[in-house]
């Protein structure tokens, strides 16, 4: 096709642009030998969302180069078919995890599809699309996209009004609802627990979603912006406002006790303090308070980013991920940690009933909220300001009149 591909891309150290990068093609990326495929799919993209992981990059806290595509959420329809795609067909509506995977090899077919071995020359472990040190695989903040072995990678949505009218909800089945529920699992989350949520932006509502989902007894949300708190208790959250003091001391008045069952990081690296160094950086902070607050045998599911270079870090060693973090402890509280992309495939199908069945009003829980792709650099910047928003990137406007 001889039409264009308009695509957000990272411009500079907090800033995006929307150009055009090309009308997809049927081929691997050149950092895995650019070949021609038949095993893949071009989706004209009907959702794609902001994430705070694409913050990292504009940011200028990773790797990433200007030029950089971006996003990793997509959604579409299928308007172009593989000769060696045998499940979906022109006009199927699929969610497409962020996690590219093969389907073929040893980490595939244990499931393990954050690292599949073979989609990543570059950066070691895994791939996403639209990401720093990923293969070069394109984003997916665009019109269209390439999606590569397809009968693998993508789950086809329902053909039903019923899915249309919730596709903002089945938009987030890409990545942020099963990374969310994914925490919440490792964690140890079920019937009865009290989970305590570091992070209350679209990860970490999507982490409580989950927890709830789960079973959970109490679910506290902590952060230090008002406006994400009142978003987490708008579907029962128990807020906790980290500026106003020790967690410990905090959870004690709110549970009559220190500690809770476990506890699920959605903050990742460019973590703050907590009580009165909230305003000072700390990317050990909120790993070493779970540590403190998460009871003997707990368990905690890390599911907010690490990275393994960080050119805007405080010290030499948070600029290579080397965090000062109190394994002894952790240790001597017999606490378990998951870390790691989110393997998305182990419950989007699930996630999806869950939605459709009315157990999850995952996209009322995070805010989320459309927004045309020319308008994206704005969503960037309202987005990294704080605002309790997630932003679904419509395209074409297929979204909007979905819903």
């Known amino acids: 096709m001889s039409q264009g591909n308009d695509c957000v891309v990272y411009k500079s150290s907090g800033e995006v642009e929307v150009v055009d990068i090309g009308y997809p093609k049927m081929e691997m990326p050149k950092e895995l030998g650019g070949r021609q495929i038949n095993h893949g799919v071009i989706l004209e993209l009907v959702a794609t969302n902001i994430c705070g992981s694409d913050q990292h990059m504009v940011r200028g806290r990773t790797a990433a180069e200007p030029g950089q595509t971006l996003g990793h959420?997509?959604?579409g329809k299928v308007v172009e078919v593989g000769g060696d795609v045998e499940t979906l067909k022109v006009g199927d509506i699929v969610s497409v995890p962020f996690n590219?995977?093969?389907?073929?090899?040893?980490?595939?077919?244990?499931?393990?599809?954050?690292?599949?071995?073979?989609v990543n020359t570059v950066g070691g472990w895994g791939a996403a699309y639209g990401y720093v040190n990923m293969s070069g695989w394109i984003g997916g903040q665009a019109e269209f996209l390439m999606v590569p072995y397809a009968d693998?990678?993508?789950l086809k949505l329902p053909d039903t009004d019923e899915a249309r009218s919730k596709i903002m909800d089945l938009a987030l089945l890409s990545d942020i609802f099963p990374t969310g529920f994914h925490g919440a699992v490792t964690a140890g989350v079920g019937p009865g627990s009290t989970v305590y949520i570091a992070g209350a932006g679209p990860v970490g509502l999507a982490s409580a979603t989950g927890a709830f989902l789960l079973g959970a007894a109490h679910v506290i949300v902590g952060d230090l912006n008002q406006e994400r708190l009142t978003q987490a208790e708008s579907f029962g959250c128990i807020p906790l406002d980290v500026k106003k003091g020790?967690?410990?001391?905090?959870?004690?008045?709110?549970?009559?006790?220190?500690?809770?069952?476990?506890?699920?990081?959605?903050?990742?690296?460019?973590a703050s303090g907590h009580g009165t160094e909230a305003t000072e950086e700390k990317p050990a902070?909120?790993?070493?308070?779970?540590m403190d607050i998460v009871e003997p045998g707990g368990g905690v599911g890390i599911p907010g980013l690490y990275v393994t270079g960080d050119p805007g870090a405080s010290d030499a060693n948070a600029k290579e991920g080397r965090l000062s973090i109190?394994?002894?402890?952790?240790w001597a509280k017999s606490q378990h940690y998951t870390t790691g992309q989110c393997p998305v495939m182990r419950y989007n199908h699930s996630l999806m009933e869950a939605i459709l069945g009315g157990r999850a009003d995952i996209a009322k829980n995070v805010g989320a909220k459309l927004l045309p792709l020319e308008e994206a650099p704005q969503g960037y910047r309202d987005f990294d300001q704080g605002a309790s928003v997630k932003y679904i990137l419509d395209p074409h406007g297929l979204a909007a009149a979905m819903v």
Do not use: H, Y
């Not at 590219?100 to 073979?118: E, F, L, S």
């Not at 902070?285 to 779970?290: D, E, R």
């Open 73 to 75: 959420e997509p959604t």
């Open 100 to 118: 590219v995977a093969c389907g073929r090899c040893r980490m595939c077919k244990m499931g393990r599809t954050g690292v599949c071995d073979r």
């Open 152 to 154: 693998w990678n993508c």
């Open 246 to 270: 020790p967690l410990d001391e905090q959870i004690a008045s709110l549970l009559g006790r220190p500690e809770v069952d476990c506890a699920v990081d959605c903050v990742g690296f460019e």
């Open 285 to 290: 902070a909120v790993l070493n308070g779970l």
């Open 326 to 330: 109190r394994i002894g402890k952790g």
